[in-house]
Protein backbone atom coordinates (compact mmCIF):
# COMPACT_ATOMS: atom_id res chain seq x y z
CA UNK A 1 0.00 0.00 0.00
CA UNK A 2 0.94 3.46 -0.97
CA UNK A 3 1.44 5.82 2.32
CA UNK A 4 1.76 9.33 2.51
CA UNK A 5 2.35 11.59 4.88
CA UNK A 6 0.69 14.90 4.77
CA UNK A 7 2.69 17.37 6.68
CA UNK A 8 -0.20 20.45 8.38
CA UNK A 9 1.05 23.73 9.87
CA UNK A 10 -0.12 24.10 13.73
CA UNK A 11 0.21 28.06 13.47
CA UNK A 12 -3.40 29.65 14.43
CA UNK A 13 -1.86 33.16 12.86
CA UNK A 14 0.08 34.94 10.38
CA UNK A 15 2.14 37.99 11.69
CA UNK A 16 1.12 40.59 8.94
CA UNK A 17 3.10 43.58 8.41
CA UNK A 18 1.77 45.80 10.81
CA UNK A 19 2.42 43.02 13.52
CA UNK A 20 -1.42 42.28 13.87
CA UNK A 21 -2.41 38.40 14.05
CA UNK A 22 -4.09 37.09 11.45
CA UNK A 23 -6.60 34.21 11.83
CA UNK A 24 -5.34 31.53 10.00
CA UNK A 25 -4.39 27.72 9.74
CA UNK A 26 -4.54 25.62 6.93
CA UNK A 27 -7.31 25.92 4.07
CA UNK A 28 -9.56 23.13 4.19
CA UNK A 29 -9.99 22.39 0.36
CA UNK A 30 -6.35 22.16 0.19
CA UNK A 31 -6.49 19.42 3.36
CA UNK A 32 -9.75 17.91 2.33
CA UNK A 33 -10.20 17.30 -1.27
CA UNK A 34 -6.25 15.40 -1.40
CA UNK A 35 -7.18 13.48 1.19
CA UNK A 36 -10.22 12.50 -0.76
CA UNK A 37 -8.02 11.45 -3.77
CA UNK A 38 -5.75 9.10 -1.26
CA UNK A 39 -8.69 7.95 0.00
CA UNK A 40 -9.88 6.79 -3.29
CA UNK A 41 -6.70 5.32 -4.41
CA UNK A 42 -6.56 3.25 -1.17
CA UNK A 43 -3.46 4.95 0.42
CA UNK A 44 -2.13 5.11 3.73
CA UNK A 45 -2.69 8.65 5.00
CA UNK A 46 -0.55 9.81 8.19
CA UNK A 47 -0.92 13.20 9.25
CA UNK A 48 1.57 15.34 11.12
CA UNK A 49 2.49 18.93 12.28
CA UNK A 50 5.29 20.51 13.72
CA UNK A 51 5.45 19.01 17.49
CA UNK A 52 2.29 17.21 17.25
CA UNK A 53 0.51 20.45 18.16
CA UNK A 54 -3.05 20.44 16.70
CA UNK A 55 -4.05 21.83 13.19
CA UNK A 56 -6.43 24.56 12.74
CA UNK A 57 -9.09 24.91 9.64
CA UNK A 58 -8.83 28.44 8.25
CA UNK A 59 -12.11 29.51 9.47
CA UNK A 60 -12.04 31.78 6.56
CA UNK A 61 -12.04 29.00 3.85
CA UNK A 62 -15.28 27.45 5.09
CA UNK A 63 -17.03 31.08 4.08
CA UNK A 64 -16.91 32.84 0.99
CA UNK A 65 -13.63 33.06 0.52
CA UNK A 66 -13.48 29.02 0.15
CA UNK A 67 -16.29 29.09 -2.51
CA UNK A 68 -19.84 28.89 -2.78
CA UNK A 69 -21.91 27.93 -0.05
CA UNK A 70 -22.80 24.18 -1.05
CA UNK A 71 -19.43 23.79 -1.76
CA UNK A 72 -18.25 25.11 1.62
CA UNK A 73 -21.19 23.61 3.18
CA UNK A 74 -19.25 20.31 2.60
CA UNK A 75 -15.87 21.66 3.55
CA UNK A 76 -17.46 21.61 7.05
CA UNK A 77 -18.94 18.33 7.06
CA UNK A 78 -15.05 16.89 5.49
CA UNK A 79 -13.22 18.97 8.69
CA UNK A 80 -16.48 17.35 11.34
CA UNK A 81 -15.47 13.87 9.92
CA UNK A 82 -11.27 14.25 10.18
CA UNK A 83 -11.47 16.55 13.21
CA UNK A 84 -9.65 14.01 15.03
CA UNK A 85 -6.56 13.70 12.60
CA UNK A 86 -6.66 17.42 13.09
CA UNK A 87 -6.88 17.28 16.91
CA UNK A 88 -3.93 14.99 17.62
CA UNK A 89 -1.52 14.62 14.45
CA UNK A 90 1.76 12.90 14.98
CA UNK A 91 4.67 14.89 15.96
CA UNK A 92 6.60 15.63 13.12
CA UNK A 93 9.68 15.44 14.14
CA UNK A 94 9.89 12.04 15.49
CA UNK A 95 9.20 10.74 12.09
CA UNK A 96 11.36 9.76 9.45
CA UNK A 97 9.96 10.64 5.97
CA UNK A 98 11.64 8.08 4.24
CA UNK A 99 9.07 5.52 5.73
CA UNK A 100 6.55 7.83 3.49
CA UNK A 101 6.35 7.12 -0.45
CA UNK A 102 4.81 10.97 -0.50
CA UNK A 103 5.08 13.97 1.70
CA UNK A 104 2.34 16.50 1.12
CA UNK A 105 2.47 19.86 2.19
CA UNK A 106 -1.34 21.19 2.00
CA UNK A 107 -1.50 25.19 2.19
CA UNK A 108 -2.96 27.82 4.28
CA UNK A 109 -1.13 31.30 5.85
CA UNK A 110 -0.58 28.86 8.71
CA UNK A 111 2.61 27.46 6.92
CA UNK A 112 3.51 31.19 6.03
CA UNK A 113 3.95 31.30 10.06
CA UNK A 114 5.72 27.95 10.84
CA UNK A 115 6.88 25.88 8.43
CA UNK A 116 8.92 28.80 6.35
CA UNK A 117 10.78 28.96 9.64
CA UNK A 118 11.40 25.74 11.12
CA UNK A 119 14.55 24.63 10.64
CA UNK A 120 14.11 20.86 11.93
CA UNK A 121 11.29 20.73 9.64
CA UNK A 122 13.33 22.42 7.13
CA UNK A 123 16.16 19.91 7.11
CA UNK A 124 13.88 16.60 7.23
CA UNK A 125 12.36 18.21 3.82
CA UNK A 126 16.19 19.32 2.42
CA UNK A 127 17.31 15.27 3.69
CA UNK A 128 13.90 13.72 1.96
CA UNK A 129 14.82 15.96 -1.62
CA UNK A 130 18.50 15.20 -1.58
CA UNK A 131 17.39 11.75 -1.51
CA UNK A 132 15.30 11.68 -4.13
CA UNK A 133 11.79 11.01 -2.15
CA UNK A 134 8.58 12.07 -3.66
CA UNK A 135 6.82 15.33 -2.30
CA UNK A 136 4.15 17.77 -3.31
CA UNK A 137 3.12 21.53 -1.87
CA UNK A 138 0.12 22.89 -2.81
CA UNK A 139 -0.09 26.92 -2.66
CA UNK A 140 1.07 28.30 0.45
CA UNK A 141 2.08 24.89 1.39
CA UNK A 142 5.38 25.23 -0.68
CA UNK A 143 6.17 27.98 2.31
CA UNK A 144 8.17 24.89 3.46
CA UNK A 145 10.72 24.82 1.33
CA UNK A 146 12.11 28.49 2.40
CA UNK A 147 12.51 26.28 5.75
CA UNK A 148 14.78 23.57 4.08
CA UNK A 149 16.18 26.73 1.77
CA UNK A 150 17.14 28.40 5.14
CA UNK A 151 19.31 25.42 6.81
CA UNK A 152 21.55 24.97 3.78
CA UNK A 153 23.38 27.39 1.81
CA UNK A 154 21.97 26.74 -1.05
CA UNK A 155 18.45 25.59 -1.77
CA UNK A 156 17.58 22.23 -2.45
CA UNK A 157 14.67 23.54 -4.83
CA UNK A 158 17.36 25.43 -6.73
CA UNK A 159 16.59 25.51 -10.60
CA UNK A 160 13.25 23.45 -9.27
CA UNK A 161 10.41 24.29 -11.74
CA UNK A 162 7.70 24.69 -8.99
CA UNK A 163 4.34 27.10 -8.77
CA UNK A 164 2.54 28.53 -5.46
CA UNK A 165 0.40 30.77 -4.84
CA UNK A 166 1.42 34.01 -6.90
CA UNK A 167 2.48 37.98 -6.31
CA UNK A 168 -1.00 38.43 -8.55
CA UNK A 169 -3.38 35.99 -6.14
CA UNK A 170 -1.89 37.42 -2.74
CA UNK A 171 -2.92 41.46 -4.18
CA UNK A 172 -6.09 40.36 -4.86
CA UNK A 173 -6.82 39.23 -1.05
CA UNK A 174 -8.42 41.26 1.94
CA UNK A 175 -5.05 41.56 3.53
CA UNK A 176 -2.52 42.19 0.53
CA UNK A 177 -1.92 45.29 2.12
CA UNK A 178 -0.77 44.16 5.44
CA UNK A 179 1.69 40.82 3.63
CA UNK A 180 4.73 41.20 5.06
CA UNK A 181 6.53 39.18 2.06
CA UNK A 182 4.79 37.14 -0.89
CA UNK A 183 5.66 33.65 -1.08
CA UNK A 184 6.15 34.29 -5.13
CA UNK A 185 9.15 36.19 -4.87
CA UNK A 186 10.98 34.34 -1.38
CA UNK A 187 10.87 31.43 -4.59
CA UNK A 188 12.19 32.91 -7.04
CA UNK A 189 14.92 34.36 -4.88
CA UNK A 190 16.09 31.27 -3.52
CA UNK A 191 16.37 30.20 -7.09
CA UNK A 192 13.47 28.08 -7.47
CA UNK A 193 11.73 28.44 -11.34
CA UNK A 194 8.62 29.72 -10.60
CA UNK A 195 6.07 29.09 -12.94
CA UNK A 196 1.84 29.96 -12.60
CA UNK A 197 -1.33 29.96 -14.71
CA UNK A 198 -2.14 33.01 -16.80
CA UNK A 199 -5.09 33.94 -15.06
CA UNK A 200 -5.31 33.68 -10.77
CA UNK A 201 -6.92 31.24 -9.40
CA UNK A 202 -7.27 28.79 -12.11
CA UNK A 203 -5.79 25.31 -11.28
CA UNK A 204 -2.26 24.89 -12.44
CA UNK A 205 -0.10 22.19 -11.89
CA UNK A 206 3.87 21.37 -12.14
CA UNK A 207 5.76 18.42 -11.53
CA UNK A 208 9.71 18.51 -11.51
CA UNK A 209 11.24 14.93 -11.26
CA UNK A 210 9.95 14.31 -8.31
CA UNK A 211 8.61 17.84 -6.95
CA UNK A 212 5.00 18.44 -7.40
CA UNK A 213 3.51 21.67 -6.32
CA UNK A 214 -0.31 23.30 -7.10
CA UNK A 215 -0.46 26.94 -7.45
CA UNK A 216 -3.82 27.69 -5.90
CA UNK A 217 -6.68 25.91 -3.88
CA UNK A 218 -8.44 25.25 -7.18
CA UNK A 219 -4.92 22.98 -7.93
CA UNK A 220 -4.94 20.93 -4.77
CA UNK A 221 -7.53 18.44 -6.37
CA UNK A 222 -5.48 18.30 -9.69
CA UNK A 223 -2.12 18.06 -7.99
CA UNK A 224 -3.40 14.93 -5.70
CA UNK A 225 -4.55 13.49 -8.80
CA UNK A 226 -1.29 14.10 -10.74
CA UNK A 227 0.96 12.77 -8.02
CA UNK A 228 -1.76 9.63 -7.44
CA UNK A 229 -1.20 8.53 -11.35
CA UNK A 230 2.29 9.39 -11.51
CA UNK A 231 3.17 6.93 -8.03
CA UNK A 232 1.02 4.80 -9.04
CA UNK A 233 2.98 4.18 -12.46
CA UNK A 234 6.18 4.59 -11.16
CA UNK A 235 7.55 7.31 -13.54
CA UNK A 236 7.18 10.42 -12.29
CA UNK A 237 8.00 13.16 -15.12
CA UNK A 238 9.35 16.79 -15.64
CA UNK A 239 6.38 18.47 -17.19
CA UNK A 240 3.87 21.41 -16.12
CA UNK A 241 0.56 20.74 -16.53
CA UNK A 242 -2.48 23.16 -16.82
CA UNK A 243 -6.08 22.05 -16.30
Not at 63 to 88: E, I, M, W
Not at 129 to 144: E, L, Q
Request: aromatic fraction near 8%; include cysteine; charged fraction near 20%.
Amino acid sequence: MISVLMVLSAATHWTLSDDSRHPTGVWAEEFISPHDVFTEAGWKITVATPGGRPAVIDPASLGTAGGLFPRTNGFQDCVDRLSPLLRKPLNLYGLDLADHDLVFYPGGYGSMEDLAQDAVAGAMLSERVATGGPVAFSCHGAAAALGATACMDISPFRGRVMTAFSNAEERLTRIAPRVPWMLEDRLRAAGVEYSRAILPFRPHVVADRTVYSGQNPQSSGHLARRVVADLSAQSPSRVAVRH
